[in-house]
């Protein structure tokens, strides 16, 4: 199959653009603390040995998508110890989410960039046997790369938006050319299903969403003790996973709080925590005491505003917490997973915008088991009336937890389906 003209003038594009990119991607990770032979991975310089036998490289751009595949690996080093794993990613938090809780075997590097030079260079280290994108990430120069080597392409937990599939199918010669690697498409909800299959990609199919099949939860016993001691008794809710121009509107709902629970105490988690001192300049501005995690501060200071600006602890705030608010739901984000605090047996409540979980909060809502709030005010009259009558957290509570499964069969099925891919590409796992 010939490229089309348009795919050509990306392809030239992207190269034009490929130094600029380069070195906005080297010093974004540079500036937070990631090493220059690391940083340089996006570039396609591996800093890891590959290792012997079959490999599947699975790439998830951000921290949501690389934390999500994360039991799936588990799973699939447990059914296959001879397969190889190496899991991508893009960004320095999405590094730091997932360093703590690689399984045993899988490799973790930073995401070549979209180039002719990083893409073959990082194909020629690693020569991946299978390519597994999660989520949103069909970058063409990768796509073609694979189809022209002969590596089979997956997309797990796929999400297609209907402005990117009207996009694709604008150009249906294009997207027929950019798409013909793809094997095998699990989509995490119908849309895009059929938004995959009116592009052609006959194998797309509507699977268990990854996000809402947990890992253990990293709490433990100590650290939930001792969260719990530093509280002294003081009631407390989380506003987690914020984006910009959400923070000012828990505040204002934290403030408000304030006047009838004095003792409150709000934790605060934002999506980036490189955001911090930006975060901080808003709490001093809104009048609140502020204690900051990163800093060693503990929320035995009675700090009004707890600052968690820390990798890793989220599942310690859920649990610790009655009532929890995700963020990227009072901006066009799209929302975060609600699976990990319903788990956390957690009162969940959040904004109106949540494009990315449409089906899973559909679910949520129907069975009573989260609250949907407009805006800033009517964050903080629900999350009142929530510490007022505490029986109506724990309703929600209750009502969520069976929405978060954890069982093994979603996922063995999957690694199957993948395995499978691998098999009929004439790799033979157990050699």
């Known amino acids: 199959m010939r490229p089309t003209a348009l795919f050509q003038f990306y392809r030239m594009l992207s190269t034009i653009a490929l130094p600029f990119a380069a070195r906005s991607a080297v010093n974004k990770l540079r500036r937070a603390g990631i090493s220059v032979d690391r940083a340089h991975e996006r570039l396609g310089h591996a800093t890891a040995q590959r290792p012997l036998g079959p490999l599947i490289w699975v790439h998830g751009a951000s921290v949501g998508e690389a934390k999500s595949v994360l039991p799936l690996l588990s799973r699939m080093r447990a059914v296959s110890p001879g397969t190889q794993v190496l899991l991508t990613s893009g960004t320095a938090t999405s590094a730091e989410a997932v360093a703590p809780r690689l399984p045993d075997g899988v490799i973790h590097q930073f995401s070549p960039l979209d180039g002719t030079g990083p893409l073959n260079r990082f194909l020629d280290r690693w020569r991946p046997d299978l390519c597994v994108l999660v989520e949103s990430e069909l970058w063409p120069n990768l796509l073609d790369l694979c189809a022209r080597r002969d590596v089979p392409i997956a997309l797990l937990n796929a999400r297609l938006s209907d402005r990117s599939a009207e996009g694709w199918r604008n150009f249906p010669a294009t997207a027929t050319y950019v798409l013909r690697g793809i094997a095998w498409a699990h989509c995490q909800d119908r849309r895009s299903r059929d938004h995959l299959r009116a592009m052609g990609l006959s194998s797309a199919e509507q699977g268990t969403n990854l996000k809402s099949i947990l890992g253990a939860p990293r709490v433990t016993a100590q650290a939930l003790d001792a969260a719990h001691n530093a509280l002294g008794g003081r009631p407390v809710w989380v506003a987690a996973s914020t984006h910009p121009g959400e923070e000012g509107q828990v505040l204002a709902a934290h403030k408000a709080l304030l006047a009838d629970h004095p003792t409150l105490c709000l934790i605060l988690v934002p999506r980036h925590p490189e955001r911090a001192d930006d975060i901080l300049t808003l709490i001093r501005g809104a009048g609140l005491s502020v204690a900051q995690r990163s800093a060693g501060a503990d929320m035995s200071e009675g700090a009004q505003v707890y600052l968690a600006d820390t990798m890793g602890e989220t599942d310690l705030w859920y649990a610790l917490s009655p009532i929890v608010f995700l963020g990227g739901s009072f901006t066009d984000v799209g929302g975060h997973t609600p699976f990990e605090p319903a788990a956390a047996h957690t009162a969940i409540l959040h904004g109106p915008h949540y494009a990315n ?13 989260s609250l949907q709030v407009t805006d800033g005010a009517a ?53």
Do not use: C, K, W
Not at 359 to 367: G, L, S, V
């Open 357 to 369: 979980f449409a089906e899973a909060y559909a679910a949520f809502q129907m069975r009573d088991a």
């Open 379 to 431: 964050l903080g009259t629900a999350v009142g009336d929530l510490l007022t009558h505490p029986s109506r957290a724990a309703q929600l509570a209750g009502n969520a937890r069976p929405l978060a499964p954890t069982g093994t069969e979603a996922l063995d099925a999957i690694a199957q389906r993948l395995f499978s891919l691998m098999d009929e590409n004439g790799m033979d796992r157990h050699a």
